[in-house]
Nanobody, 123 residues
C-alpha cells in the first residue's frame, strides 16, 4: 500500500488543523493505521492509531483529549483532527500502516510509511 500525507501548514497556538492520509494499492480496510511525528532534532514518536474498522483507537498521552484519529474506508483516507494546538506539536507528521493485528504505538510494528507533512504551530 502506498500512503501520502497532506494538509499540514502553519497555525497559531490554540488553533486547529486536520491532516489527511490517502492510501492506494491494496485493500485499505485490511490495515491498522497510525500517525507518528518527528520534531527537528528528536526521534519519531507515536501520536495515534486506529483499527481497521475504527472501533479501536489509541493516543499518546501528549495528544489525548486534543487530537482525534478517524478513517473513511470507502475513501481510502485517514484523518487526524488536531485541536488546541501547542508549539510543541510542531513536527513532520507521518502516516503508517500495518497489515492486520491490533493498534500499536511501536514504530517497528508498521510496514508501510508515507512521506510526512509539516505542521508548524506558532506561539
Amino acid at each position: 500500500v502506498q500512503l501520502q500525507a497532506f494538509g499540514g501548514g502553519l497555525v497559531q497556538a490554540g488553533g486547529s488543523l486536520r491532516v489527511s492520509c490517502v492510501a492506494s494499492g491494496r485493500t485499505f480496510r485490511n490495515y491498522v493505521l497510525g500517525w507518528f511525528r518527528q520534531a527537528l532534532g528528536k526521534e519519531r514518536e507515536f501520536v495515534a492509531a486506529i483499527s481497521w474498522n475504527g472501533g479501536s483507537t489509541s493516543y499518546s498521552d501528549s495528544v489525548k483529549g486534543r487530537f482525534t484519529i478517524s478513517r473513511d474506508n470507502p475513501k481510502n483516507t485517514m484523518y487526524l483532527q488536531m485541536n488546541s494546538l501547542k508549539p510543541e506539536d510542531t513536527a513532520v507528521y507521518y502516516c503508517a500502516a500495518r497489515l492486520n493485528g491490533r493498534v500499536s504505538p511501536y514504530i517497528g510494528g508498521y510496514d508501510y510509511w508515507g512521506q510526512g507533512t509539516l505542521v508548524t504551530v506558532s506561539s
